[in-house]
């Protein structure tokens, strides 16, 4: 299913073929945590900023509106009108970092809904079943993900259950993939590689899941509070193990620094909130540099956020016109300036992935570097 | 200016001609207070959902980001990319309704503003002036909108002062337009009808600001606080009165029933916020009655708001995807009732010139004053 097309050092350029089309990697993923972008943002939009995956949220889908109206409604692709793939997370994330009251058990976490408090207990078969409802493309496995730093114990007696996890994983999707009213029979399941900032449990867990031979795998639990160094480290420790015929996805990365640096570690598969979230802040990336739109600076400067760029924000408004907009607190403010970060979040990924097929891309990523660390 | 092409008993198709193109008329202008539509709204989106002409709002960008900005930036259309015509009112009405500490006097108001309670004057050469910064195609006279029920004694002292306001605003306006330094050197001035629900003092009122001979007229002060029965005597007692080569604007009115009712007595310009306000409230104006979309009876309907309306949200999105993005607060969901909202409103208003033309405004209006009372 994934077909490596060039090289360009450890930078890697394939396709990730899916029952919902094909996926040109390296690609930038758009977070659409409840079946939506934050910032007013639609799925038509998301075409027109060139999406090619929307991500959205297991854990905040199965509380609001439920995964199983979403399934009667005809499940995620439906429901957001995206016919394009979706990745479903497994909601172990946030079952760690928002609910109340947790307690992990081998069969798996009882915890609070951070809405209403409700009880709820979600484990791998758990995750499977709501992510099998919501039929997306992808689904990832459910994991702890450790804070940074744990202990070495702690850590290790986490990735040890987090495998025992996966194995029901993988047998609950057979199971599900299988049932006559499942939507999407051919639904995926990824692998999560654990270890905290530690090389040897990194590498021992990483050679554990890849005898599952899943269709893709990712790593987890990094940019949770270690340093880019730490990040850098640890996927050039644990990339050599992965299997170089799967597609390799690292969760909740980041900047366009991080993606170019992951990118050339061999990574082909990235999210981040932090896109929309600046966006919604103000905070705006360009190819040149980074903006703050609040900056007095812009009062009246009638260039759009970046010249060249051809978003819906960058070929119809000013600088100065955004900036009104968030100085008068409409919400159109956010709206064109998430606009214009995915866009060019998945614009950078497209320069990336011709930058590979041309086999220039560690002089891109250098000169790219250079301009991303720009404060404009 | 303007053109008369057809009548339906006293209903009038008409055009009206202006420097930024030509406005078919019965028009319902979309509320843009800030430069902006609330609701994430852009002026793209506005072309799409039919809009004619945004309005403007003098007082709000007075204040933020300041009228003398935006001319430095080229006028109000550069500054929101919008090449259709723009009407501002004349601040007039927020400076009576919003701002605190007002003491009203014959050279005009003295307020304090309502962010950050700065001491403002605004008299009728001021709101002349700022208009002709924000440049938009047609300025409103300024003038004290008074509140219903208020005195037959206060409400004439007040539209006399209103009139001598108005040869001011006309005197001033005239000035402006011969300025080297004006953008837009063919600013209209729209004269404004006061004398609250005083049928006499109304007439008056008219007689004597149609002597000035101004490119339009509008009845103000109607819609705050009387009964819908009183809004509609009023206008027949005036509108035999109003200049009949010249397009007759009732400010801030109203509901879909209004509109048709307004029309029948010969109206031909409108503008409210209800369409967008009532839509960032999930409360929508359909074809066939309005519909309360936080609804449970919602909740699993995958059918889109109205099933024959072609606006970007029905278009894309059924009602338990909107009403899911309401109970998560997901702006986009704002945003698709305020554009299902607007485009309703602006091709309701092509169907009423439709009904006009072929003579057949009172059967149309009788079918849709039914549908439009219906609950769904």
Same mark, same amino acid.
């Given at each position: 299913?994934?077909?490596?097309?060039?090289?360009?050092?450890?930078?890697?350029?394939? +396709?990730?073929?899916?029952p919902?089309?094909?996926?040109?990697?390296?690609?930038?993923?758009?977070?659409?945590?409840?079946?939506?972008?934050?910032?007013?943002?639609?799925?038509?939009?998301?075409?027109?900023?060139?999406c090619?995956?929307?991500?959205?949220?297991?854990?905040?889908?199965?509380?609001?509106?439920?995964?199983?109206?979403?399934?009667?409604?005809?499940?995620?692709?439906?429901?957001?009108?995206?016919?394009?793939?979706?990745?479903?997370?497994?909601?172990?994330?946030?079952?760690?970092?928002?609910?109340?009251l947790?307690?992990?058990?081998? +069969?798996?976490?009882?915890?609070?809904?951070?809405?209403?408090?409700?009880?709820i207990?979600?484990?791998?078969?758990?995750?499977?079943?709501?992510?099998?409802?919501?039929?997306?493309?992808?689904?990832?496995?459910?994991?702890?993900?450790? +804070?940074?730093?744990?202990? &070495?114990?702690?850590?290790?007696?986490?990735?040890?259950?987090?495998?025992?996890?996966?194995?029901?994983?993988?047998?609950?999707?057979?199971?599900?993939?299988?049932?006559?009213?499942?939507?999407?029979?051919?639904?995926?399941?990824?692998?999560?590689?654990?270890?905290?900032?530690?090389e040897?449990?990194?590498?021992?867990?990483?050679?554990?899941?890849?005898?599952?031979?899943?269709?893709? &795998?990712?790593?987890?639990?990094?940019?949770?509070?270690?340093?880019?160094?730490e990040m850098?480290?640890?996927?050039?420790?644990?990339?050599?193990?992965?299997?170089?015929?799967?597609?390799?996805?690292?969760?909740?990365?980041?900047?366009?620094?991080?993606?170019?640096?992951?990118?050339?570690?061999?990574?082909?598969?990235?999210?981040?909130?932090?896109?929309?979230?600046?966006?919604?802040?103000?905070?705006?990336?360009?190819?040149?540099?980074?903006?703050?739109?609040?900056?007095?600076?812009?009062?009246?400067?009638?260039?759009?956020?970046?010249?060249?760029?051809?978003?819906?924000?960058?070929?119809?408004?000013?600088?100065? &016109?955004?900036?009104h907009?968030?100085?008068?607190?409409?919400?159109?403010?956010?709206?064109?300036?998430?606009?214009?970060?995915?866009?060019?979040?998945?614009?950078?990924?497209?320069?990336?992935?011709?930058?590979?097929?041309?086999?220039?891309?560690? +002089?891109?990523?250098?000169?790219?570097?250079?301009?991303?660390?720009?404060?404009?």
């Amino acid at each position: 299913m994934f077909k490596l097309l060039a090289k360009s050092g450890r930078a890697r350029r394939g +396709e990730f073929h899916t029952p919902h089309g094909v996926i040109q990697t390296p690609v930038f993923m758009n977070v659409a945590t409840l079946a939506a972008i934050k910032g007013a943002v639609s799925t038509v939009d998301l075409k027109e900023v060139g999406c090619q995956v929307a991500l959205c949220n297991t854990y905040h889908l199965h509380l609001r509106p439920g995964d199983k109206i979403i399934k009667e409604l005809g499940g995620l692709h439906r429901f957001m009108n995206w016919d394009r793939p979706i990745l479903t997370d497994s909601g172990g994330f946030q079952v760690f970092s928002l609910s109340a009251l947790r307690k992990i058990k081998e +069969e798996g976490v009882y915890f609070s809904s951070h809405i209403d408090g409700r009880k709820i207990f979600m484990g791998p078969e758990e995750s499977m079943q709501i992510q099998s409802n919501l039929a997306s493309t992808i689904a990832m496995a459910f994991d702890e993900c450790v +804070e940074n730093p744990s202990t &070495y114990e702690y850590t290790k007696e986490s990735c040890e259950r987090t495998v025992r996890w996966l194995i029901r994983c993988k047998k609950e999707m057979d199971r599900l993939n299988k049932l006559p009213d499942t939507i999407n029979k051919e639904q995926m399941l990824f692998g999560i590689n654990q270890g905290g900032i530690y090389e040897d449990l990194r590498i021992e867990n990483m050679k554990q899941i890849a005898e599952l031979d899943l269709p893709g &795998y990712a790593i987890g639990g990094l940019a949770v509070g270690e340093s880019h160094e730490e990040m850098y480290r640890i996927i050039d420790a644990v990339e050599p193990y992965m299997p170089a015929d799967k597609p390799r996805y690292l969760m909740g990365v980041g900047t366009p620094s991080n993606i170019l640096e992951a990118v050339s570690r061999g990574i082909d598969f990235f999210d981040c909130v932090i896109a929309s979230r600046n966006a919604r802040h103000a905070s705006v990336f360009t190819e040149h540099g980074t903006m703050h739109l609040l900056n007095a600076k812009y009062e009246k400067d009638d260039r759009p956020i970046d010249p060249d760029c051809g978003c819906p924000a960058c070929t119809n408004y000013s600088r100065a &016109y955004i900036r009104h907009l968030f100085k008068a607190k409409e919400m159109l403010a956010m709206r064109l300036c998430v606009l214009h970060n995915l866009y060019m979040y998945n614009h950078l990924m497209e320069n990336i992935r011709k930058a590979i097929e041309e086999d220039r891309f560690e +002089e891109y990523k250098k000169e790219k570097l250079k301009d991303f660390n720009m404060r404009l």
